[in-house]
């Protein structure tokens, strides 16, 4: 019999693998893209009648697998570079707690399960599913310390997602699937700079190249504004009827057109003032902003 000991080691590993794995795949970042990927699904289907829970969670599953195995991936390659960083030295691979083979069979297995899971949805899915993982960990992990371009090619895989769940509800990447990705993509731009601006210090620490001019200052910011408003447009843009299936009323387009506005308005502090605060500031509206204008487009479709 299990001594009351030898259960409590169990208990305490079980715990510990847990954890180690929730770090690795950065779990609220990896819920957050699963997210966005649903809300596509749910703009897809024609009415709330047509959920198939199955597809759901198939994409639920493989899309965590997807964007784990990507994060995975990326702590393995930067682990030397993590090591110096405050934020990251403590991670799992760095601090020594995972060994870097380890966690390589995870990432591996992880890719395997989120490609053959999605597959299952449609090989449209899965697809762009492997075109995601291909871009975040070939390209724009190795340019994150030569160029600050790295941004704009991380921007691509972390556009996926929201179109994502259009492309598994219809099996088509049409101008809806588009709009969608453009959306995404283009909130990519403030919302890393924003980061890229606060953890300045940090990332140089590890050789990281991540903000426009490679400064924080005016020119970065006025970037960030622009590709806000670019954002904004976006967005609000389905309401004029030209984006297919994909379709927005005016009192949401005006909702969204509000929260745009909400997150323009920080960028906008950002470059008055240029300090950390600001940047992190903006970070946090720009997280916000993206759930809930999708949010708003689902509500917009089901009340409709």
């Not at 930067?78 to 990251?88: I, Q, W």
């Not at 050789?207 to 622009?226: C, V, W, Y």
């Not at 008055?272 to 809930?292: E, F, G, H, N, P």
Request: proline share 4%.
């Amino acid at each position: 019999m299990k001594t009351a000991l030898n259960l409590s080691s169990e208990k305490s590993t079980s715990t510990s693998l847990l954890a180690e794995f929730k770090e690795l795949t950065k779990m609220r970042l990896a819920l957050s893209v699963v997210f966005s990927t649903i809300a596509g699904y749910f703009l897809a289907i024609p009415d709330v009648g047509s959920i198939d829970v199955y597809t759901i969670l198939a994409l639920a599953i493989g899309g965590y697998c997807m964007v784990g195995a990507s994060n995975a991936f990326n702590q393995i390659i930067e682990r030397d570079l993590d090591a110096k960083m405050t934020r990251t030295m403590n991670r799992p691979i760095p601090s020594g707690r995972v060994k870097p083979n380890a966690a390589f069979v995870l990432a591996c297995t992880l890719t395997i399960a989120g490609i053959a899971i999605l597959y299952i949805v449609n090989p449209k899915t899965a697809m762009f599913g492997a075109i995601s993982i291909f871009l975040y960990t070939s390209v724009y992990t190795p340019l994150k310390t030569i160029t600050p371009l790295s941004v704009f090619v991380g921007a691509f895989p972390g556009a996926i997602p929201f179109m994502l769940g259009w492309v598994a509800a219809t099996n088509d990447f049409g101008i809806e699937a588009g709009t969608l990705f453009i959306i995404q993509f283009f909130w990519q731009f403030p919302h890393f700079w924003a980061i890229g601006w606060f953890l300045y210090d940090d990332y140089k620490k590890g050789g990281f190249s991540m903000l426009p001019t490679g400064q924080r200052d005016t020119k970065t910011a006025t970037q960030i504004i622009l590709y806000t408003i670019w954002l904004i447009i976006a967005s609000v843009f389905p309401v004029f009827g030209v984006t297919g299936r994909l379709y927005l009323t005016p009192v949401s387009a005006m909702l969204v057109l509000l929260a745009g506005l909400w997150m323009l308005w920080a960028g906008i502090k950002l470059y008055k003032k240029r300090t950390d605060k600001a940047a992190r500031s903006l970070m946090l509206v720009s997280v916000t902003y993206i759930s809930l204008i999708q949010i708003i487009y689902i509500l917009d479709k089901i009340l409709r």
